[in-house]
């Protein structure tokens, strides 16, 4: 009931007592304080951190890391990467821990409320894996995604946003009387104006 205790005081501090605020706090904090308590997560978190403690930093497999240049293919980098959403269900068997962690699984959901459909679900998952190795191949999704290449059209996007705060601020600078182009006109330090 602690977070209960906790919702009625937050409640209380700085919010006006106004009724929009309160109802999905209220509702919240009811369901947090009712819900199935589990420590499966925080018993997942603990082995991965011993595991660490234990072996220090594994290498990362060669697969899943970055090919910053063209040449680094040649070394392994990068290559064999298959990407869940491409395939059926999102979900393609490959490896995601250090060669040395591999048959290692920290998660394991109990029978208790939504963990019981999280181990459901990961129990399709591996019957679903165990088909696909008996085929041979894995089945590739009916309706894949766009194609699109994020981390450019993201780079893109991001040097024109800096590029046009950087003109707002010049402007704001400038219309503000301290800074590129502006000031006062009888000053020899302030540059030309507008």
Known sequence: M?????GVEWGRQDHDNRRDERC?????????????KS???GTAYWAAVADLDASGALPVPLHLR????PAMKHYGYGVGYRYPPDFEDSDIAQLYLPEALAERRYYQPSEQGYEATIGARTAARAAARQAARELG???R???????VDSMKAAGSI????????RKLADTEKRDAGGGV???DPDDPQAGPSG
């Open 2 to 6: 602690r977070s209960f205790e906790f």
């Open 24 to 36: 999905p706090w209220a509702q919240a904090t009811t369901y947090l304080a009712t819900a199935p």
């Open 39 to 41: 420590n499966r997560s």
């Open 66 to 69: 970055s090919a910053g240049h």
């Open 137 to 139: 191949r894995q089945r």
């Open 141 to 147: 999704a009916a309706n894949p995604p766009p194609t």
């Open 158 to 165: 991001l040097r024109t946003r800096e590029t046009n705060r």
């Open 181 to 183: 182009g502006g000031g």
